[in-house]
């Protein structure tokens, strides 16, 4: 607690939490060992953890420094009594700043970011009324970043076209895209970040949109939403917005099942409308396949891995054809495809292939990931995985289902990283007759730096979900 | 569950005193820390032959940086115990007895390799990675080895063998003795294993300088005729009765650009990140030769590491006539630098199996071994 | 490769065919300082360049030594290797100072002469030994309550900054005290063959005054002066330096 190290320890903490009081309080709470906290990652020197730390510095130090003084003028001047309070004050800094430091974040949040932003919104909402391009919402659970990138990429070949920014997909963002625009872009992509009920809503009056996407619907922010399918709720929404039309939804999300209507068009890894998907050939570093309707043939090839990317490649396709895009244009923005760093994204080590996917975060990517590392041959296989996050009353269940999910991968190695789902997701596995060795690891960090060790030539590794600390 | 407890040594009065922290670290401990089954105490023998153990010492930076200076001043010594497997003393205000399970030796060179410690480990009747005691001295012996492979029927290249002393004291006989070789050759100093005053001569005048050289290091001294056409070949053998070999590897550097720390151990084990190179950059791997060499270098390397005797991992050096197609054996360490990690992972074995496996071999050599009978009860005395 | 010289491993590469040109690298480096030049004069030449003892791969001497024990070593070192005759040496700081002293002691009989950035003139760097002398007298209260590993780096940076290479060898600090001692001029004074004089107009160890010094006292010789602020010019202006020497051999 006394360690000079704490105001780096908080900053970090904060700046894990997002900077948002709430899931930081409670994470202090937790705490019992502040330099266990730091295990995972090291802080990011932005900005605003510089400022922060800063000002942390400053503060613990002239608290001590009062504290001193109080001392020195019990005894220089003969007030008996301050010198207990002097002490008190120094005793007491490691208590007091951890909490203090929250009210700065507060009061700007308040006074400064959340007024400021209103007016940005507003603005915002003019400008996407009477932009004359196509505008397309990306919602969904799950996917929507990667469905995003690979539209823009794809609509590219052919048309200006304007998106949201990596991950960014509150209203805040949305409306940075606005200040950006020229009004010359002819197609628009829109990423719809839903944390809470009416979210979508909200976003479908701020963005006018004309086309909407949804990629799946999975238990996620159950935190907020409570029910999955309230999450469907909102983020369907976004149809009722479109009334109906132009509205094109993942087939294969079991759970977005309830919600679709006839008028909806599915995409799947069989097809997208009347497009027909064949000939698909997985491999460690691409995925290739064909996209016919009648006797028009299409012959894609992307960077993107695993069969549930099929589907998605297949709906850019069909848009970019709708868009008026010529197939040679097409086939080259497939092309273009690749993966985001962390997102079944491959790379060599030592030898061995390995399949990043730590940014992954729900039981569908689960699915899919595995599904992949069944359908690949390898000498080794081994699948690396601390468990989801934020399931709520489900996390049992879940975690169940996740072990028998990677079961069915068959793998020859399971390395779990040891915390409070460990245990369900090694029921899952006995239940599913998992048969392969079973590495529990208590420390990530050092796994995932001495990974090189572990892996040698002809391994495949699939490295799922990360585990923030805050939850660990 | 109780982890096994592994102690790695390393260190040592050796030239390749730095190398074999390296290998230790990087190659040995890391790996094994991986694995969550033992318990890893690093043993440090320093320079100057004194032994250390703390958990600091498993840290790479604390070497790279110099730090181990300062540590070892403020570390007290470590106590051995011979009786009874092998127990280690920590110092200190209660001195901490620590019973060993297995010893990973992880010396390179001289007081390590060439056997030393594997006959003090002996006495103390505690399982040890690797080869035995008479092995690692015929391997750390670049004459003996050449003399027992010789007798079963391996090819090596025609050598000479005398002692410095020798040497100085009747040179013209060893000279004498010499002259049916033909040059170029080689003057080796026997037990040296880095290429450190290794010399390659052209006529007597630099045969006579080179054997000088060796004798600065060593009392024992090997020369041998160079092989033609050469392509040199090295092979990681792992096994005590089943012999698995690695891929067979064609260094492209020699000596010590080959051993360089930056280029060959920092660079595959220390850096983290996608792009480990390793020694790739500084050999074939596999060698570039025909289909039919690489079977003979594989079995060449097989049959030395079986008629010397070898246990849980050596790796064996050859020399191959490209002209004549003869693969000539040419020297075995019983510990290859960094356990040639690189190579095995090439090969499809991660560093964490090779010391995984390496300590079963050792727990396995030592069941054997216990079966044997060594003392029995006589009345030898009572009838004195 | 090694030799034996004088009881001592000497490591030493010796490279192509001609003219035998001995290479002599300053303090604190190796031979392997000359690997450029090496590459292209052994060419044309037989290029000779040693570790000089404690360095490089070379053993340490047993004693403490002064530039007439380098010296010496020279000498005995190209009779091992049966080469007594030299056509030039190459010098590189201390290296520059100790083939002055060599040749002033008939130890090494070349026909020319390459100074790069050489020491021994020791009277304008005395003022310069002071401030080291007196920071590392203060810097020694100064860093008192220091742990040893941060004083340990403070003072090699503080040695660093003000150009002494005593902390670049720290085993050979009584021989590197025993050498700077020595002043060359007088020697340099001696020398008829023709000799090159390439120095740094900005180098941080050896100021240019030193190389017109030089070029003063020596008949024959001929001053190039080099646009760089780094000691090591033949590495900062490798081509430069290697065409210099090129024409001086003409």
């Known amino acids: ?472 | ?384 | 490769m090694q030799a034996i010289v004088d009881e001592l491993a000497i490591n030493y590469l010796i490279k192509g065919k001609g003219k035998l040109i001995l290479l002599l690298h300053g303090w604190g480096d190796s031979h392997k300082t000359f690997s450029y030049l090496i590459d292209r004069l052994c060419l044309d030449y037989q290029v000779l360049a040693l570790d000089l003892p404690g360095f490089g791969g070379s053993q340490a001497p047993l004693g403490v030594w002064n530039l007439d024990d380098y010296a010496k070593l020279l000498h005995h070192f190209l009779a091992k290797l049966n080469l007594e005759k030299v056509y030039l040496v190459i010098g590189h700081s201390n290296g520059g100072a100790l083939a002055i002293r060599a040749i002033s002691l008939q130890e090494l009989k070349p026909a020319k002469l390459v100074l790069i950035a050489a020491s021994g003139i020791r009277d304008t760097n005395k003022k310069k030994r002071q401030i080291t002398k007196a920071i590392a007298k203060t810097g020694k209260v100064a860093t008192f309550f220091m742990p040893s590993q941060t004083k340990q780096r403070l003072r090699q940076k503080l040695y660093g900054t003000i150009g002494s290479d005593m902390l670049v060898a720290p085993h050979l600090v009584e021989t590197f005290k025993a050498t700077v001692k020595q002043d060359v001029q007088q020697d340099a004074a001696k020398i008829t063959i023709p000799v090159l004089l390439i120095f740094a107009d900005q180098d941080p160890a050896i100021p240019l005054t030193d190389g017109q010094r030089y070029h003063q006292l020596i008949k024959h010789s001929n001053l190039e002066i080099i646009t760089s602020n780094n000691h090591f010019i033949h590495h900062d202006q490798a081509e430069k330096v290697e065409k210099l020497i090129m024409e001086f051999l003409q």
Not at chain 1, 195 to 219: E, Q, R, S, W
Not at chain 2, 15 to 32: F, G, M, N, Q, R
């Open chain 1, 1 to 472: 607690m006394y360690s000079p190290r704490l105001p780096n320890y908080l900053v970090y903490m904060l700046q894990s939490c997002e900077y948002q009081a709430m899931p930081y309080l409670k994470w202090l709470l937790r705490v019992r060992d502040f330099s266990t906290v730091m295990h995972r990652r090291q802080l990011d020197n932005t900005k605003r953890a510089k400022l922060l730390l800063l000002a942390l510095r400053i503060g613990i130090l002239s608290e001590i420094a009062i504290g001193i003084v109080l001392i020195i003028l019990n005894f220089a001047l003969k007030l008996p009594g301050l010198w207990a309070f002097g002490l008190a004050i120094i005793i007491a800094y490691p208590l007091i700043w951890p909490l203090l430091v929250v009210i700065p974040l507060e009061l700007a949040r308040v006074f400064i970011v959340q007024p400021k932003n209103q007016h940005e919104i507003e603005q915002a909402q003019k400008i996407y009324q009477s932009h004359p391009a196509v505008k397309i919402a990306v919602a969904g659970s799950y996917g929507k970043t990667s469905m995003k990138e690979v539209l823009k990429t794809v609509l590219s070949e052919g048309k200006k076209v304007q998106a949201t920014q990596a991950n960014h997909n509150v209203a805040i963002e949305h409306a940075k895209l606005a200040k950006k625009l020229t009004g010359q872009e002819e197609i628009l992509i829109i990423e719809y970040g839903e944390g809470a009920p009416g979210d979508v809503a909200k976003f479908t009056n701020i963005t006018h949109p004309t086309h909407g996407v949804i990629t799946g619907l999975a238990p996620a922010h159950l935190d907020k939403y409570k029910t999955v399918d309230a999450a469907g709720e909102d983020i369907f929404s976004l149809a009722s917005y479109l009334k109906n039309k132009n509205v094109y939804v993942n087939g294969q999300s079991e759970l977005a099942a309830k919600f679709l209507k006839p008028s909806f068009v599915r995409y799947s890894n069989q097809g997208v409308g009347d497009w027909k998907v064949e000939n698909v050939k997985l491999s460690v570093n691409s995925t290739s396949f064909q996209l016919v309707k009648d006797k028009q043939i299409l012959n894609l090839k992307s960077e993107l891995l695993g069969a549930h990317q099929v589907g998605v490649l297949s709906l850019a396709a069909m848009l970019a054809m709708e868009f008026g895009l010529t197939k040679a244009q097409i086939e080259q923005g497939i092309a273009k495809t690749k993966p985001f760093e962390h997102r079944m994204q491959p790379y060599q080590l030592s030898g061995a292939w390995i399949i990043d996917d730590t940014y992954n975060g729900n039981i569908d990517g689960i699915k899919a990931g595995t599904a992949l590392l069944r359908q690949l041959s390898a000498k080794r296989k081994i699948y690396v995985s601390p468990g989801l996050v934020d399931q709520g009353k489900e996390t049992a269940r879940v975690h169940q289902e996740m072990g028998q999910v990677i079961a069915q991968g068959q793998p020859d190695m399971v390395v779990l990283m040891a915390n409070s789902v460990t245990e369900f997701i090694k029921q899952g596995l006995v239940q599913a007759g998992y048969k392969g060795e079973l590495i529990i690891e208590s420390d990530p960090l050092a796994f995932y730096q001495g990974l090189e060790h572990f892996v040698a030539s002809g391994d495949l590794v699939l490295m799922q979900n990360d585990w923030p600390d805050n939850y660990a």
């Open chain 2, 1 to 384: 569950m109780n982890k096994i407890v592994v102690a790695v040594i390393f260190g040592s009065r050796s030239t390749e005193h730095d190398v074999s922290i390296i290998t230790a670290l990087s190659s040995i401990i890391k790996p094994l820390e991986l694995t969550n089954k033992y318990q890893v105490i690093p043993i440090y023998i320093s320079k100057d032959g004194v032994w250390y153990s703390d958990p600091r010492l498993s840290d790479v930076s604390l070497f790279t940086s110099g730090q181990i200076d300062s540590l070892m001043t403020k570390l007290k010594p470590l106590a051995l115990q011979f009786s009874d497997g092998l127990n280690i003393i920590k110092p200190g205000l209660k001195p901490k007895t620590i019973k060993i399970d297995v010893v990973f030796p992880a010396t390179h060179g001289t007081h390590g390799e060439d056997g030393e410690l594997m006959g003090l480990l002996e006495m103390a009747n505690v399982p040890y990675v690797g080869c035995d005691m008479p092995s690692s001295v015929l391997a750390m012996d670049k004459a003996l080895a050449k003399i027992i492979t010789t007798y079963h029927g391996i090819l090596t290249s025609d050598f000479e063998w005398f002692y410095a002393q020798d040497f100085k004291d009747r040179p013209q006989t060893i000279l004498k003795q010499l002259a049916r070789l033909n040059y170029p050759l080689f003057v080796k100093p026997v037990h040296l294993g880095s290429s450190i005053a290794i010399s390659r001569v052209k006529d007597s005048m630099e045969l006579k300088n080179a054997i000088e050289v060796a004798a600065h290091y060593d009392n024992k001294i090997i020369v041998e005729q160079a092989v033609n056409n050469l392509i040199e070949v090295t092979v990681p053998i792992i096994g005590n009765d089943k012999l698995t070999p690695a891929l067979v590897e064609q260094p492209l550097l020699k000596g010590e650009d080959f051993f360089d720390f930056d280029t060959k151990y920092m660079g595959g084990g220390g850096k983290k990140g996608k792009s480990a190179k390793g020694a790739q950059g500084y050999s074939k791997l596999p060698a570039e030769i025909p289909q039919d060499l690489y079977q003979k270098s594989e079995q060449t390397a097989l049959a030395v590491y079986r008629c010397l005797g070898c246990s849980g991992i050596a790796r064996v050096d050859l020399l191959i006539d490209t002209k004549t197609k003869k693969v000539y054996f040419n020297e075995v360490n019983p510990l290859p630098g960094g356990l040639y990690a690189h190579n095995w992972r090439q090969a499809g074995k991660s560093s964490v199996q090779i010391v995984s496996q390496l300590i079963e071999l050792a727990e396995d050599k030592f069941q054997q071994k216990q079966k044997l009978a060594t003392s029995f009860k006589t009345n030898y005395l009572k009838q004195y």
